[in-house]
């Protein structure tokens, strides 16, 4: 799974082999001259995956010296704290220090989603000593042996997501959207509580004044036209929005917003012609039940004015 995208400081895709699934979860590897920076952790239940895939580039997860997790959810940040324990910092956008220190109520916050999927899906996420979290913050930089690695605050789809910036590649997290090798379908993954379409919108206009060349989303790849991808993500929005303008007014039971919300979903991943296996591979990704009960919250909190 070698993917080099600039010398001489390559970047390279691991695939962390989610569920015994190619090409749904990644974590990005930058080596350097001290060992291996990692941008994402990937969950707690990728651990051997991610084991595997340092060892194919010659790296075992104590080489590991810094981990730039873009937010905290479980498919992003949840074995930070096991590589903390094998000696890596843990660099995170101010928002989400504290959950990574104290990760209790994120999981909680999680159990409502997941319930007895929990542990199955994501693994244990064990908290990282505070002395090895280190908060970057909109706009600063890092340097580790001569790799540098900008933060960019890039809210919409949690309130502290960072996109990180290196040389004229994005790692976007879940804010550059969903999308699947090869394809040009791009979705946008809206869970509770802070799915916020507007902040979403300024983040996509924000990262395509960076003028970056290439995007690198953690569902799943490095694609090189991320201006174009930034321009069909936010196309994908203008759509959500007005799906939810058509369907949200009524205030639908939740249960009935995610049975429209996957219908409609399939019908334009049909008309982006795919096939039933990467419709899977989407819905491993970014399962559209999580959406529903983001859309709701989003549009009761913001969308309707008394
Ligand atoms: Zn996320």
């Given amino acids: 799974m070698h993917s080099p995208t ?56 104590q080489d590991v010296s810094d981990v730039f997790v ?9 074995a930070s704290g096991w590589l903390a324990r094998q000696g890596a910092t843990i660099h995170v956008h101010p928002v989400g220090a504290a959950h990574l220190i104290d990760p209790e109520r994120l999981l909680i916050s999680a ?5 007895d999927q929990m542990e199955y899906l994501w693994g244990e996420f064990l908290p990282v000593p505070e002395d090895q979290v280190a908060i970057i913050r909109d706009g600063d930089e890092v340097e580790i042996n001569g790799r540098v690695i900008r933060a960019v605050d890039t809210p919409g789809h949690a ?56 995007i690198a989303p953690t569902h799943f790849g490095i694609f090189n036209d991320a201006q174009t991808h930034l321009g069909w993500l936010a196309n994908e929005l203008d759509a959500v ?25 399939r019908q334009r991943s049909l008309a982006d ?13 970014n399962p559209s039940f999580m959406s529903a009960p983001g859309m709701q919250r989003y549009w009761r909190k913001h969308r309707i004015t008394s």
Avoid at 36 to 44: D, K, R, T, V
Avoid at 241 to 258: H, L, N, R
Avoid at 273 to 285: C, G, M, V
């Fill in 70 to 78: 873009t937010h905290i959810h479980l498919d992003h940040a949840g």
């Fill in 111 to 115: 159990g409502r989603i997941y319930g």
């Fill in 159 to 214: 309130y502290h997501h960072h996109t990180y910036i290196y040389g004229k590649l994005a790692f976007s997290g879940d804010i550059g959207g969903i999308r699947m090798q090869p394809t040009r379908h791009v979705r946008v993954p809206m869970p509770p509580p802070e799915f916020h379409l507007e902040l979403w919108r300024e983040s996509v206009a924000k990262l395509r004044r960076l003028e970056i060349e290439a």
């Fill in 273 to 285: 012609a795919l096939d039933e296996t990467q419709i899977q591979e989407y819905e491993l990704a």
């Fill in 6 to 61: 600039e010398k001489p400081s390559p970047v390279y895709t691991l695939d962390l082999n989610f569920l015994a699934n190619r090409n749904v979860i990644a974590s990005y590897l930058i080596p350097h001259s001290g060992g291996a920076i990692l941008i994402e952790s990937g969950p707690g239940s990728t651990i051997p995956g991610l084991t595997q895939a340092l060892k194919e580039h010659g790296f075992t997860p």
């Fill in 241 to 265: 929005d007005d799906w939810m303008k058509s369907i949200m007014p009524a205030e639908p039971p939740v249960d009935e917003i995610d049975a429209r919300f996957h219908a409609w979903m």
